[in-house]
């Protein structure tokens, strides 16, 4: 069981972890990563104890935006349809 539900705007970004972290009972730091979060990850971990909290967020604020536009980009090049005469 979560130790806590944390929404992402509680959390800081930690640029030396390169992780949004959230101050742990035990002293050091619940941590979770962009590239975790853009996988749908929800929960962050203490590295030093076995606690973790889930933290609330919206997936689509941490898509890769390069991903999107392939999409949007394959989308939009679709071919029309031929008609043959």
Do not use: H
């Not at 962009?34 to 990850?41: T, V």
């Not at 536009?69 to 349809?81: F, I, M, T, V, Y």
Request: hydrophobic share 30%; charged share 30%; with cysteine.
């Amino acid at each position: 069981m979560s130790y806590d539900d944390i929404e992402i705007e509680d959390m800081e970004w930690n640029e030396e972890l390169q992780a949004f972290t959230y101050p742990c009972p035990c002293g050091d730091l619940f941590q979770i990563t962009r590239a975790e979060l853009q996988m749908g990850e929800e929960i962050a971990r203490c590295p030093s104890c076995s606690l973790y909290i889930t933290v609330v967020y919206n997936m689509e604020d941490f898509q890769d935006k390069s991903q999107d536009n392939k999409r949007q980009g394959l989308e939009r090049g679709k071919s029309p349809a031929i008609t043959v005469a």
